[in-house]
């Protein structure tokens, strides 16, 4: 079946570092692959998503790349803010109307 | 977009009881979904739920203990059956939408269920 595997938690970070969380998957078939972000007390929003292979999703200055030989969506941005302090969830979808499939979630803090 | 709204956005109950959550959609949609996030976990597809047609489950989540209603397009309830202590999770509501190429998956805030 699909899954997700995302690299454990938590990652503390100084304000300005470089982050990257790591995201490997497993599909049958060519599926969108999404990163979600929570913060403290919100909901689930969606971050950015690529549909297909070599797309690359950004927002918010952060950015992913699908790589379809590697099986990979890794997240990066290249100078965390306290802001971005949160969990962040990998997930796919396979193609047709399927449901989000999630990693395990990445806690990020980032200090000061 | 979806904007998603639950009932009730929390609630403390006690063991063997049950609890029902309420999903309310801003439009009308074919697909929805529920998930449980355990405290500090994942989500956890439960199950999808269509208009239309009978609910379809997850392995290791099961119709008795999870039933959900779906009676129009804009609507569905999740009921908490004879709930535990392990039941105490955030549960969410969602729903797809067409988004020209493939869709995208919109949640609700979540209704957070504490058993004692």
């Known amino acids: 079946g699909n899954s997700v595997t995302q690299m454990e938690g938590p990652v503390t970070l100084s304000e300005e570092a470089f982050l990257t969380i790591n995201c490997t998957y497993t599909?049958?078939?060519?599926?969108?692959l999404f990163w979600y972000v929570q913060y403290p007390g919100e909901g689930l929003q969606l971050l950015l998503k690529?549909?297909?292979?070599?797309d690359k999703g950004s927002n918010k200055g952060f950015e992913a790349t699908y790589r379809k030989e590697t099986t990979s969506f890794h997240l990066e941005k290249g100078s965390v803010q306290v802001s971005d302090s949160a969990v962040y969830f990998c997930a796919l979808r396979d193609s047709g109307n399927t449901p989000l499939v999630f990693g395990k979630g990445t806690r990020l803090s980032v200090i000061a | 977009s979806a904007v998603i709204s639950q009932k009730p956005s929390r609630d403390i109950c006690q063991r063997g009881t049950s609890l029902t959550i309420q999903c309310q959609v801003d439009s009308q949609v074919t697909m929805m979904f529920w998930y449980r996030q355990q405290p500090g976990q994942s989500l956890t597809l439960i199950a999808t739920a269509n208009q239309g047609s009978e609910a379809t489950y997850e392995s290791g989540f099961v119709i008795d203990k999870f039933p959900i209603s779906r009676p129009n397009l804009t609507f569905s309830t999740l009921t908490v059956s004879n709930m535990s202590p392990e039941d105490s999770s955030i549960y969410l509501c969602?729903?797809?939408?067409?988004?020209?190429?493939?869709?995208?998956?919109?949640f609700g805030p979540g209704t957070r269920l504490t058993v004692l």
């Open positions: 599909a049958t078939g060519y599926p969108s």
């Open positions: 969602s729903v797809a939408v067409s988004r020209g190429r493939g869709d995208e998956q919109f």
């Open positions: 690529a549909t297909k292979a070599d």
